[in-house]
């Protein structure tokens, strides 16, 4: 079997030092972008274009970055990992995570 | 007479869930705890795991932590040989980390420890850490 070269053993080596191995996992239903803020700059506004297959123009939108294009991209089911050392750390850093996103209470339909 | 408890979806806030690649953990599901037990003692003696923790996470559900740390490739191996397991561990392979619920889900239904079995100087004294720390959650 061919070895692996010296300098994917040094990444490898890398990895594993840099990477905590006590992790916790935080999951639920939560509403993303309360901390996402859209700037624009100027006094210009975003516009989406359609064209046909050729390229000419058929319509034209007027695009609000400020609001969202629909309400599912605000939910977010991702778990949150969170790593730690110890068990107070652990809590403190829950705590903190925890309060910083808004949950979603909902009725599940299965 | 209900055979199967039906799988209750997280609706109301957040869960808390204990991570780890370093040790064999395992959900059971739709499981009387003479059986529970059964499974644990049988897979410390097979695999020479040192000791288990046995959690009973909500009627006829128990969890189960081994205390010896091994190989991801070992973990595969001892988990995928676990019929009762199979479906708990194809989702949990897909995130690369196993995972066990600490805290309650939709405000009830807190693990509570019920076994102590061998030793509990590696992953067990990881995990009841935290247990212990998430007491109120």
Known sequence: ?110 | MKLKAEHEWVTRGYVIGFMTNKGVILDLDNMKFKKARWLARTLCKQYKLEGYLLIKSSEKNYHVVFNRYLSWRTITKIIFRQYEALRWAVFQMQSGYLTLRISMKNGENKPKIVLKVGKADKLIKDYLEVYEAFKEF
């Open chain 1, 1 to 110: 079997m061919a070895r692996k070269p010296q300098w994917i053993k040094d990444k490898l080596k890398k990895l594993k030092e840099t990477k905590p191995k006590r992790r916790l996992k935080v999951y639920g239903t939560r509403r993303i972008g309360h901390r996402e803020h859209w700037v624009v700059r100027g006094k210009g506004t975003y516009k989406t274009v359609r064209r046909d297959k050729k390229g000419h123009f058929i319509s034209v939108k007027k695009w609000s970055p400020k609001q969202p294009i629909k309400e599912q991209t605000f939910t977010e089911l991702k778990p949150l990992v969170i790593p730690y050392t110890t068990g107070r750390e652990a809590l403190e850093k829950v705590r903190e995570t925890v309060r910083e996103w808004e949950w979603i209470d909902f009725e599940a339909e299965s």
